[in-house]
């Protein structure tokens, strides 16, 4: 039997690793864990040597301390098993790039911050192909990215509001605004393939937060059917009221048994204007890490739980995207109505 999965992939690979400013000669590790995909691996490998980089590849071993399975969440901690494994560590810090196919990535590790220390760039790649394909960035993507952030930046308050309830003020005093845009071509920068997002973390906000049907909850990769009303109170969720989806997530906090993980976390919005919502439904859960929700443009992410600016390092974290809010950085409005403006 021949597999040739890899190769429709290893063109798409090299499209992404130029956007990442990948130059012969530059060091490149690919890094997997057993249950990565074999073609994205092979098709990282290849697209690395065809643009004539000095590329290894590295399987470490997987596994995920979270209270949820390494299931492409987008939650977790990332590969415990490379906290203890210094010659792991030792190839990120010494690569020009590393492209992360493991199941989780590290997104939430001290670990990443001594790689991208070194001035390593890590791109992280947990998607289906179809999600990939259709969402590789632009290279004009980081600067309407960064347009965002720089509004963030200026502004003294976000202000989301929606027709289903929510009414939720944010502070945006010291929010250490940041970006997403799919790819990584500073040195020590890490970026997601796909998104393009801008978010910031609110050092405290106000209000209330309506989950309507239709918005998705992650990591469970679901949709909302009935209504949730989140108390917004001091920055935490004081109160949930509503269905079935109100008490899964009363269920999620109360389970985590961790202060922490009822205090809100980042907050933005999606700028990736190729961005499917159905995808979730498209795909076994295992697939997707559900990038397409977490970015579309117009959009309104709000997560709960770590907060590197606030000293939380909670592994419980909830993203979730709404459809349909109006956002305004004090009197500008960004997104009207679910439709990213400009
Ligand atoms: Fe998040």
Redesign the pocket.
């Known amino acids: 039997m021949t597999d040739l999965t890899a190769a429709d992939l290893t063109d798409l690979f090299r499209r992404e690793l130029q956007l990442c400013a990948v130059k012969p000669g530059e060091s490149l590790v690919v890094l997997a864990e057993p249950s990565s995909r074999a073609e994205y691996v092979a098709a990282a490998f290849g697209a690395a040597k065809s643009l004539g980089a000095h590329v290894i590849q590295a399987t470490v071993p997987g596994g995920s301390p979270v209270p949820l399975p390494s299931v492409r969440t987008?939650s977790g901690a990332g590969l415990l098993s490379v906290d203890a494994n210094p010659l792991a560590q030792q190839l990120m810090f010494e690569a020009d790039i590393v492209v992360d196919l493991t199941n989780e990535g590290f997104i939430h590790t001290t670990l990443l911050k001594q790689i991208l220390q070194h001035g390593t760039r890590v791109i992280f790649v947990a998607d289906a192909p179809e999600v990939l394909a259709r969402n590789i960035g632009q290279p004009e993507d980081k600067l309407r990215a960064k347009e965002a952030v720089e509004l963030l930046r200026g502004g003294k308050e976000l202000v989301v509001t929606s027709a289903a309830g929510t009414d939720l003020v944010a502070s945006l005093d010291n929010g250490h605004p940041g970006y997403q845009c799919g790819f990584a071509d500073d040195p020590g920068r890490w970026d997601h393939w796909p998104s393009l997002m801008v978010v910031s973390w609110p050092l405290t906000s106000r209000g209330t937060i309506v989950l309507a049907p239709g918005d998705v909850l992650l990591p469970f990769k679901t949709y909302v059917q009935e209504p949730v009303t989140l108390s917004i109170t001091d920055g935490r969720i004081a109160d949930i009221k509503g269905g079935a989806d109100a008490r899964l997530l009363e269920m999620f906090l109360e389970d985590a048994d961790d202060e922490e993980a009822y205090y809100l976390?980042?907050m933005g919005w999606g700028l990736m204007k190729t961005a499917d919502w159905f995808s979730l439904s498209m795909y076994d859960k295992e697939s997707n890490m559900g990038m397409d929700a977490r970015a579309m443009a117009g959009n309104f992410l709000f997560?709960t739980g770590p907060h590197p600016f606030m000293g939380r390092d909670t592994y419980n974290?909830l993203?979730i995207p709404l459809r349909g809010c109006t956002i305004r950085v004090d009197d500008k409005v960004v997104v009207e109505e679910g439709r990213l403006l400009g």
């Open positions: 987008g976390s980042h997560s974290h993203d």
